[in-house]
């Protein structure tokens, strides 16, 4: 009977943990190896076409000096309002990526993006794991989130997304191309998103001066001092190597063209 039941429990212990397996065997997390000398990152040829297939995107036209900046913004840190400034200084357009959280507790931000002339991006709800959830909890999540918005804002909804530490699934972009959720990924990025480090201005400019190539969609985060010290002086250096900063509004799904 002993013999019997350890059998059981192992045989049920296998199963579940094949559901398990199965369940999140489909789970990416977006990365790639960092630009240089002005060249375009390398993504695999798979990635490229489920991408493609979905209308997603990571950059722009690589043959173009055309950058655009994005902002992920999960807290307020103190530091967003020093970038609205140089933005609004250097007249360039942004699009910032805000959870629930942000929308209600930073409100008067939000408003001054969107007056600003800026486009808001949804970065979910509640910030989970969003390769993990079900297709109806996927389109709760940005509902919630454009609940919230239009309360704040007025604005009826959003139309770009990005997931939560860039964790997907072909599933995810799926879903969110059937309800008009265009994903948004990136080809520039750095480690800038603990709060309570420093690192300096001069580490997040060479970051991204670094990097800099044609059709780089840049990720930051506003929790970082160091982002709002060097924005200003990398858009004025940008600018004066040939490059201009454009909105993901100009960057149209092929499907429309």
């Known amino acids: 009977f002993m013999k019997r039941m350890i059998g059981i429990i192992v045989?049920?212990?296998?199963?579940?943990f094949s559901i398990v397996s199965f369940a999140f065997a489909e789970e990416?997390?977006?990365?790639?190896?960092?630009?240089?000398?002005?060249?375009?990152?390398e993504i695999s040829s798979e990635l490229e076409?489920?991408?493609?297939?979905?209308?997603a995107i990571y950059r722009g036209d690589p043959q173009a000096k055309t950058i655009y900046l994005t902002f992920d913004n999960g807290y307020e840190n103190g530091f967003t309002e020093r970038i609205l400034d140089a933005l609004k200084e250097e007249d360039v357009p942004a699009t910032f990526f805000l959870t629930g959280h942000y929308v209600t507790s930073a409100s008067?931000?939000?408003?001054?993006?969107?007056?600003?002339?800026?486009?808001?991006?949804?970065?979910?709800?509640?910030?989970?794991?969003m390769a993990r959830l079900s297709e109806a909890?996927?389109?709760?999540?940005w509902q919630n989130f454009d609940k919230k918005l239009k309360e704040v804002t007025g604005l009826e909804r959003t139309y770009y997304t990005r997931p939560p530490e860039g964790v997907y699934n072909e599933t995810l972009l799926?879903?969110?191309?059937?309800?008009?959720?265009r994903h948004i990924f990136w080809s520039i990025a750095f480690k800038d998103w603990e709060k309570d480090?420093?690192?300096?201005?001069?580490?997040?400019?060479?970051?991204?001066?670094?990097?800099?190539?044609?059709?780089?969609?840049?990720?930051?985060?506003?929790?970082?001092?160091?982002?709002?010290d060097a924005l200003?002086?990398?858009?004025?250096?940008?600018?004066?190597?040939?490059y201009t900063f454009g909105s993901l509004d100009d960057l149209k799904p092929k499907s429309s063209n």
């Open 232 to 242: 200003p002086k990398f858009i004025k250096d940008a600018k004066a190597q040939g």
């Open 11 to 16: 045989s049920t212990a296998i199963i579940l």
């Open 137 to 141: 909890q996927m389109l709760t999540e």
């Open 174 to 181: 799926a879903v969110g191309a059937k309800n008009d959720y």
């Open 197 to 228: 480090v420093r690192r300096g201005g001069d580490y997040a400019y060479n970051e991204l001066m670094k990097q800099l190539h044609p059709g780089a969609i840049i990720l930051m985060h506003t929790v970082a001092e160091d982002n709002a």
């Open 49 to 55: 076409n489920m991408l493609a297939k979905y209308d």
């Open 28 to 41: 990416l997390h977006w990365g790639f190896k960092k630009a240089t000398d002005g060249n375009q990152i």
């Open 108 to 129: 008067d931000l939000v408003k001054r993006m969107v007056k600003d002339g800026h486009i808001i991006g949804n970065h979910s709800d509640k910030h989970p794991n």
